[in-house]
């Protein structure tokens, strides 16, 4: 029998291309799921890997969604549900794991991404993996956590109502979760570093016309209190040294978002853990580009994150169009 080895060598070689996706994207949230919708529509072969189950990212944890154009007042949850929907009703693939870390072997070639349960390949990747809640790093505050410490005003609110609580920040998050809070809590301390907020100047306006509402400014939270469950929150003057510890059953922390780059360190350039990437979303590194709340940029919205998904997919088809 003779064999033709150069026909059999592009057989295998065609059977290997075949598990080399065009596209894998690294993220579930708003950037990573209208990248996947894009990418469906563009045709690519798409992988979306995503860490938990649930897609959505952060915007599952907000209560109401006041500015995604024609969507006025949704749910954060269902926003964020009519996003998968519309990825899957396009076909998306989804696969749940964690990466690791990426292996990127030049220009051209393909990127091996490194799960812990699987490794994957493809010509291109979008790093859409968001940001996390940033800790204040005080004593109590993982002892407690679930205890009556929390990140989420939308997500526990429900189990302080009529109690005291206290929302640590002074940004546009610390502002709605505090303006939510007073909806159902007696009382709501906001505590803040500085003698000023950050947030938006409409969400001061309402904080500040809210009866139920104290702010505390320029001082910082030095320790959560309670055994089992919270009972009080120690807090310093920055100003004057002054302490005080406030009575109260709930303490929200609202101090920033830490973005979830981790794996990529090394891999492409970076500014205080933000991916930096422009508008058209590429990275340093050819082939690889970042989406969304990961990626260094002056707003993070959903709608921003939305539209870098775009962005990045149409950057991802002129790169494969290249190669």
């Given at each position: 029998?003779?064999?033709?080895?150069?026909?059999?060598?592009?057989?295998?070689?065609?059977?290997?291309?075949?598990n080399?996706?065009?596209?894998?994207?690294?993220?579930?949230?708003?950037?990573?799921?209208?990248?996947?919708?894009?990418?469906?529509?563009?045709?690519?072969?798409?992988?979306?890997?995503?860490?938990?189950?649930?897609?959505?990212?952060?915007?599952l944890?907000?209560?109401?969604?006041?500015?995604?154009?024609?969507?006025?007042?949704?749910?954060?949850?269902?926003?964020?549900?009519?996003?998968?929907?519309?990825?899957?009703?396009?076909?998306?693939?989804?696969?749940?794991?964690?990466?690791?870390?990426?292996?990127?072997?030049?220009?051209?070639r393909?990127?091996?991404?490194?799960?812990?349960?699987?490794?994957?390949?493809?010509?291109?990747?979008?790093?859409?993996?968001?940001?996390?809640?940033?800790?204040?790093?005080?004593?109590?505050?993982?002892?407690?956590?679930?205890?009556?410490?929390?990140?989420?005003?939308?997500?526990?609110?429900?189990?302080?109502?009529?109690?005291?609580?206290?929302?640590?920040?002074?940004?546009?998050?610390?502002?709605?979760?505090?303006?939510?809070?007073?909806?159902?809590?007696?009382?709501?301390?906001?505590?803040?570093?500085?003698?000023?907020?950050?947030?938006?100047?409409?969400?001061?306006?309402?904080?500040?016309?809210?009866?139920?509402?104290?702010?505390?400014?320029?001082?910082?939270?030095?320790?959560?209190?309670?055994?089992?469950?919270?009972?009080?929150?120690?807090?310093?003057?920055?100003?004057?040294?002054?302490?005080k510890?406030?009575?109260?059953?709930?303490?929200?922390?609202?101090?920033?978002?830490?973005?979830?780059?981790?794996?990529?360190?090394?891999?492409?350039?970076?500014?205080?853990?933000?991916?930096?990437?422009?508008?058209d979303?590429?990275?340093?590194?050819?082939?690889i580009?970042?989406?969304?709340?990961?990626?260094?940029?002056?707003?993070?919205?959903i709608?921003?994150?939305?539209?870098?998904?775009?962005?990045?997919?149409?950057?991802?088809?002129?790169?494969?169009?290249?190669?």
């Open positions: 029998m003779i064999f033709n080895i150069g026909k059999i060598r592009r057989e295998k070689r065609k059977v290997f291309e075949m080399i996706y065009d596209l894998i994207i690294i993220g579930s949230g708003p950037a990573g799921l209208a990248a996947a919708i894009y990418a469906q529509r563009a045709k690519l072969n798409t992988l979306v890997i995503e860490k938990a189950m649930v897609s959505g990212g952060q915007v944890n907000t209560y109401e969604v006041d500015n995604y154009p024609g969507l006025p007042g949704i749910g954060g949850y269902d926003l964020g549900m009519k996003f998968r929907e519309h990825a899957d009703k396009l076909g998306a693939v989804f696969a749940e794991d964690e990466v690791v870390r990426i292996e990127d072997e030049g220009e051209g393909a990127k091996r991404v490194i799960g812990q349960d699987k490794t994957y390949e493809a010509r291109a990747l979008i790093l859409a993996t968001g940001a996390h809640h940033r800790l204040l790093g005080v004593p109590g505050e993982q002892e407690l956590s679930g205890a009556g410490v929390s990140y989420c005003a939308t997500c526990d609110g429900a189990f302080f109502r009529n109690k005291v609580t206290a929302v640590v920040g002074g940004g546009d998050v610390a502002v709605e979760d505090a303006i939510f809070l007073a909806r159902m809590c007696s009382k709501v301390y906001v505590i803040h570093r500085r003698d000023q907020l950050r947030a938006a100047r409409s969400l001061q306006e309402k904080l500040f016309s809210l009866d139920n509402v104290e702010m505390i400014w320029d001082s910082v939270a030095e320790e959560i209190c309670g055994e089992e469950q919270v009972n009080g929150l120690k807090i310093a003057n920055v100003k004057t040294g002054e302490k510890t406030l009575s109260l059953q709930g303490v929200f922390i609202a101090v920033g978002i830490t973005p979830e780059s981790q794996a990529f360190e090394g891999l492409v350039d970076m500014e205080q853990g933000y991916i930096k990437a422009g508008e979303c590429a990275t340093s590194v050819p082939g580009f970042a989406a969304g709340d990961v990626r260094k940029k002056n707003l993070r919205q709608i921003t994150a939305a539209a870098d998904g775009a962005n990045a997919v149409t950057s991802v088809e002129h790169y494969l169009m290249k190669h």
